[in-house]
């Protein structure tokens, strides 16, 4: 079965500090999709990557980038220099690749305190 | 361009009503998907809707169902409700529910369902 663990469920850190974010995924696909998700107190769940099984090259966003290992299974997010703004509850999922259908199956999710 | 849009914010029943919750997807996509979200199961899928078509679903009782108008916009209903039920309920959307095909989810802010 198809899981996404994220063990820290709290992470509290102080402005400027870096952090990183914790993925592990099970998947029997060869094919699979992987996905970060923020969730401000506003409910929405705002997208921030997407990254491609195939594809294990790691990305820069200016203060976010990710680390996909597809040898641990691991997909982790880190934030350089925080911010208070970036506090948040931090989703990853996973993806099945059944070719038509949008369905994600997300981790428990990791709760991001920046304080200043 | 609006995002997704999501109609009540909130919502207050009591157990045994039905209750009915409507989602307009980004102009131009297809393809809709609900999730209830809750403090002890997380995100989990409900049901995926694609030109009026479910195309799948995720495992929750018969008393959740859903619909999608010719217009795209879907709406969800649980019958019979029980305390539960009580989750913030998001809904996605997506051009053509294909995440294959380097698509992402976008997803509206949720209404936020109270049983009592």
């Known amino acids: 079965a198809q899981k996404v663990t994220q063990a820290q469920t709290e992470i509290s850190v102080v402005e400027k500090e870096d952090v990183t974010l914790d993925c592990v995924y099970e998947?029997?696909?060869?094919?699979?999709?992987l996905f970060w998700y923020k969730q401000p107190p506003s409910g929405e769940l705002v997208f921030l990557i997407r990254?491609?099984?195939?594809?294990?090259q790691n990305e820069i966003s200016g203060r976010y980038s990710w680390n996909f290992q597809k040898s641990t299974s691991s997909f982790n997010f880190t934030i350089t220099a925080s911010q208070v703004v970036d506090s948040a509850v931090y989703f990853c999922?996973?993806?099945?690749?059944?070719?038509?259908?949008?369905?994600?199956?997300f981790g428990t999710g990791t709760r991001l305190q920046v304080f200043p | 361009k609006a995002g997704v849009t999501q109609t009540p914010r909130y919502l207050i029943k009591t157990r045994g009503q039905q209750v009915t919750l409507s989602c307009s997807p980004i102009?131009?996509?297809?393809?809709v998907s609900w999730y209830q979200q809750t403090p002890g199961q997380g995100l989990q899928f409900l049901f995926e809707y694609f030109s009026e078509t479910q195309r799948n679903k995720g495992n929750f009782p018969g008393r959740f169902s859903g619909r999608q108008f010719s217009n795209s916009r879907s709406e969800m209903n649980v019958s019979t409700l029980e305390l539960g039920d009580s989750a913030l309920y998001l809904c996605?959307?997506?051009?053509?529910?294909?995440?294959?095909?380097?698509?992402?989810?976008?997803f509206g802010s949720g209404t936020q369902l109270s049983v009592l």
């Open positions: 996605a959307s997506s051009r053509q529910g294909q995440l294959a095909t380097n698509e992402k989810l976008f």
């Open positions: 999922a996973l993806s099945e690749a059944r070719g038509n259908t949008d369905k994600l199956i």
């Open positions: 990254r491609n099984s195939f594809d294990e």
């Open positions: 998947t029997r696909d060869t094919t699979y999709y």
């Open positions: 102009s131009g996509h297809r393809s």
